[in-house]
């Protein structure tokens, strides 16, 4: 094997060095993003420990959710019985969650970009497609609804202050990742009119 000298190393080194303190290595590591966006806290995939517990995900996105369910569970207290109730609940909400996006794959699509827009024929495809999915978002809504009622039963008073601060810091991330995410929109734009 050939032996490579420190400097052919030092450019590599520099690149990678360079890499890790981008904005997505930052991500990645707790930097802002916190991957699944659920708000429990700011924490890099090589935190996780532990696997498939209490039927949640499988692989790395298994890890993480059970990272976070542990780190929110930690925050707020929570009793063995209470964990084994969230988990319960986290449980049935992506059961649903899996069934409303199979509805929605199993949905005939329909063909609104041909046919005669003036036919009545038309105008019947548009108001089942509308009701449809008018339907389907009821449902997604009436679920979230629906599980975050149980877990506030489950919660205490105190757990309950403290489940509505984790919502809060959650939607302020959402809200600066969508800012972020503008800002990024608009200075591609600026180049693109640049260019």
């Not at 199979?102 to 970009?113: G, T």
Request: with cysteine; aromatic share 6%.
């Amino acid at each position: 094997m050939k032996h490579l000298s420190t400097r052919k190393l030092i450019l590599p080194l520099a690149i990678a060095a360079a890499l890790s303190a981008s904005p997505m290595a930052l991500a990645w590591s707790g930097g802002g993003y916190n991957g699944g966006g659920d708000g429990y806290g700011k924490h890099s995939q090589r935190d996780c420990r532990g696997g498939k517990q209490g039927g949640m995900m499988h692989g790395s996105q298994g890890k993480m959710s059970q990272h976070r369910f542990e780190h929110m569970a930690t925050r707020l207290g929570l009793s063995e019985d209470q964990r084994d109730a969230m988990r319960d609940i986290f449980d049935k909400q992506r059961d649903e969650r899996r069934e409303q996006r199979q509805q929605k794959k199993d949905q005939d699509r329909p063909q609104l970009f041909s046919g005669d827009p003036t036919s009545s024929d038309y105008q019947a495809q548009v108001e089942e497609a509308t009701n449809r999915a008018a339907e389907m978002a009821r449902q997604r809504i009436q679920s979230r609804a629906d599980t975050y009622a149980a877990i506030y039963d489950v919660l205490n008073e105190e757990q309950r202050e403290i489940w509505a601060k984790m919502q809060a810091e959650r939607q302020e991330m959402r809200d600066q990742r969508r800012e972020m995410k503008a800002e990024r929109m608009e200075q591609r734009r600026g180049e693109d009119r640049r260019n």
